[in-house]
């Protein structure tokens, strides 16, 4: 990250661990990074690498042992309200008594936001996220893909600073994951989003991300910083059959193969 | 510790209330009076045989009434659930009888009984039959949906089949049910003694108010709870420990 | 398209001839083998229908039922309203929860009934008393459900509330309340049920007007016709209320029954 560039998100040293009667679980070691505005970063990592609990504390559900979160500048202490979260678990983060758009409006009306630029805001997510259609539907009522643009709709008619997508995609099927990929992507670039995305699928950070983060396991550093440098945009058919692709998740991959073996050398 | 402390500390408000409202004259101690003197008076009562009397043909009224409307309810719930095509037919009949308060056969049981215990074990037996009925049906119903997956691929025998399958996935809903009758059971119990006459702790109550005896109204009522709250936690008990190895132990409350 | 519509309406005659088939045969059945009692106590079905008729769907109705009903109304209303004001924030506080439930455990197993003489002590025999003894119990299954309802309250939902700011009262309105609201409901339907009984209840110990007074005091004087024809009235009338009340359920839970359905199908 060049020097001019301002950091959106800066976490140093942050420090994360769980006390109970029993023992003492050091989730998080020692986690240094910056997140520059407009990046798509991804952070991937082993099963128990603590990338909820670096998620909870980024976007202020948890408080953090010790270290610094700063977004937009301000410390975080509770959620920064220049954030929104995307949750894995769509189907239990959209509220089921209140129509698509409905939930789409919820946050903008704690806004304060006029009704007439609320509408505004709410009827163009649903044309990102081609959902213009559900607007009256009930969640439960549409397939877990289309609840999950839902998800995103919300997160994006919010106009956050940054957005945190929490493995987003884990719980839907390969061919929807693919085009909420692609969605994704074409969101970040139109509507010029600052991106932090958690998924244990190696492909998908490396397809999606400029930059991928590799989380060692516990307690928590970054084993690896990896740049995505592929040219061009990015396609379903065509990217991942580059060279350039598949030596970029070799390493990711290598680093997370790492991150294993040292978790079961430890036990 | 704190924990512990935080359970009682409601209770210690309430009796510091109790005690210290009355004796202030924020309350009208002729109404309310302090806990201390009700205590006193229970233990009184306690020494006193018409207590025991009392005590004793309320549990019996309860008793009976119980075993009467879970043996009902069982036979029933039984005949219902495994003659086929009866839930269907029973369906309407059930919900349109449901609604109706077990207070409405109080005419009609004070002409066949008059005040005598019989009357509150109509009661009881109506009221409380219900929820055991429920209870069987939402087991058997249960118990298809085990079966269907479960002992066709092990190939039970039809006695096989009953003791292993049948009857432990009735048996957590058997005993909500009979959690459920116990408590209503009381309340009819009660509700038979203050309305119709019939002998025990609801006579008394009503007694000792009519006579100004107010301690002692209270005393009771007191007592009424306890046997309440006892009834629950060993209702609880004995589910926790019959049914220690089901996997779950069914949380309904009637009230 | 004749023939769809034939036979939907055949599957709906088939499905009413089910439902009705034994309640009707048991009717009937009553009614013939009633039909020349001479039993003093059970009187023929039609007798008593016909005092139905001459009372309940006469001048009784404004005398008796009515006044009924409004002691049931009152007492219910105030019963739901106090329940989920209290039920709200222990549902929401630990701390208050743990000192309450003890307290709350030892109040709700006292039988209703068991505190009649003490509101007869406070409030004489009339309405208030009446409604009065309503609360008193139908508040227990509305206050314990909304408890329940509120604790329950989904973790993800919660954690979103967070994130997009919704705090306060805007949170109780959007997120908690509506969680909450199926546990809330299974208890007011019982708390209804509740209600009913000791409306009767307080009607029959303190016989001035109602359904209840009017029954027991047939029963005193003996007019059995009468009397039975009042415990057919009770059975309406709390066949009735329950109707109305899955109406009600069924449009406040629009969402929660559409779910439900769903997920039942798939």
Known sequence: MAINEVAVVSVSHLNKVYLSRERRVEAIGDLTFDVAAGDFTCIVGPSGAGKTTLLKCLSGLLAPTSGAILVNGHAVVGPPAEMAVVFQEYGRSLFPWKTVRENIELPLREKKIAKAERARLVDEALAAVALTGAADSYPWQLSGGMQQRVAIARAVAYQPKVMVLDEPFAAVDAQTRADLEDLMLRLWTELDLTVIFVTHDIDEAVYLGQRVLVLSSSPTRILDDVPIDIAGPRSQATTRVEPGFAELRTRVYRGIQQAKASQSIKG | MARRLNS???????????????????????????????????FNLAATQEFWGYLLSTARTWATGLLVA??????????????????????????????????????????????????????????????????????????????????????????????HVAWPTLLPFLFTGIRLAASIALVLAVTAEMVIGTYGIGRGIVVAQTSNAIPSMYALVIVTGLMGVGINVAARAIEQRVLRWHPSVRNATAI | ????????????????????????????????????????????????????????????????????????????????????????????????????????????????????????????????????????????????????????????????????????????????????????????????????????????????????????????????????SGVLMLGLFGFALSVVFRLFERRALKWYYGMRDLERRS
């Not at chain 3, 001839?17 to 003093?40: K, Q």
């Not at chain 3, 809330?184 to 019982?190: C, H, L, N, Q, T």
């Open chain 2, 8 to 42: 009682i500390s409601g209770f210690l408000l309430l009796a510091i209330l109790w005690e210290v409202a009355p004796r202030l004259g924020l309350a009208d101690p002729k109404f309310f009076p302090p806990l201390s003197t009700l205590l006193v008076e229970l």
């Open chain 2, 70 to 163: 879970t043996a009902a309810g069982v036979i029933a719930g039984l005949a219902i659930g495994l003659v086929p095509g009866a839930r269907t037919y029973t369906h309407s009949t059930i919900e349109f009888l449901r609604p109706i308060p077990s207070v409405a056969l109080i005419p009609g049981v004070i002409l066949i009984f008059g005040s005598r215990y019989q009357s509150g074990v109509v009661l009881i037996t109506y009221a409380a039959f219900w929820q055991v009925l429920l209870q069987m049906l939402y087991g058997l119903t249960d118990i298809d949906a085990v079966a269907r997956d479960t002992a066709r691929s092990f190939r039970f025998s039809k006695a096989g089949f009953v003791v």
């Open chain 3, 1 to 228: 398209m004749r023939d769809t519509l034939v036979r939907s309406a055949g599957k709906i005659l088939h499905r009413l001839a089910i439902e009705l088939a034994l309640p009707l045969g048991l009717f009937g059945l009553l009614l013939a083998v009633s039909a020349n009692s001479t039993n003093f106590y059970f009187p023929p079905l039609a007798r008593v229908l016909d005092r139905f008729d001459a009372l309940w769907l006469g001048p009784r109705f404004a005398t008796d039922v009515l006044p009924s009903l409004g002691r049931l109304i009152a007492g219910y209303t105030i019963a739901c309203l106090t329940g989920i004001a209290i039920g709200v924030p222990l549902g929401m506080f630990r701390p208050l929860r743990r000192a309450a439930e003890p307290v709350l455990e030892f109040f709700r197993a006292i039988p209703p009934p068991a505190l009649i003489p003490v509101l007869v002590m406070l409030a004489g025999f009339g309405d208030t008393m009446k409604v009065a003894v309503i609360v008193t119990g139908a508040i227990w299954p509305i206050l314990l459900n909304t408890v329940e309802g509120v604790k329950g309250a989904d973790m993800v939902l919660d954690e979103t509330c967070r994130t997009y700011q919704i705090k306060g009262m805007s949170r109780l309105w959007n997120f908690v309340l509506p969680s909450a609201s199926p546990q809330v409901v299974v208890g007011m339907r019982v708390g209804l049920s509740i209600g009913i009984i000791l409306m009767v209840i307080s009607e029959m110990f303190a016989a001035t007007t109602g359904l209840g007074a009017a029954i027991i005091v047939f029963q005193r004087s003996f007019e059995i016709p009468e009397m039975w």
